[in-house]
């Protein structure tokens, strides 16, 4: 359908107009054309940018680092796509995740609960 669905990615459909997903690397040009097209507007709420900032090959970069430090389950960034022409329309970022001690622990403290209970 999609080349990006043909390379793995998931996406997330949100409505019939909008869907989520990981950044790819074909994402750098459309990612530069809307953070320079934007720059104003985005500019009181973000640190001020470079202009190799506005580059396609920092842009790159940039998408690169998403690709890592989702891997560390650190950082999830995803574009926001407009359904019928695929056009990247904005982002969303959600960082500094931390995760819960019950979340991580759970299926160690479960696994030592039945080891016990087959002990008896």
Do not use: C
């Not at 998403?66 to 891997?71: A, G, L």
Request: overall charge positive.
């Amino acid at each position: 359908m999609k080349e990006w669905r043909r390379k793995g990615n998931d996406i997330e459909t949100i409505n019939s107009s909008i869907y989520l997903r990981d950044f790819i690397e074909d994402d750098a040009k459309p990612l530069t054309t809307l953070e320079y097209e934007n720059r104003e507007f985005f500019q009181p709420f973000t640190s001020l940018r470079q202009e190799n900032f506005y580059t396609i090959s920092e842009q790159l970069k940039r998408i690169q680092t998403y690709q890592q430090v989702r891997k560390k389950d650190e950082t999830y960034a995803k574009g926001i796509f407009h359904s019928e022409s695929n056009q990247l329309i904005r982002t969303i970022t959600l960082s500094g995740i931390v995760r819960d001690v019950l979340q991580s622990d759970t299926p160690l403290i479960k696994n030592k609960m039945e080891k016990a209970t087959r002990l008896k």
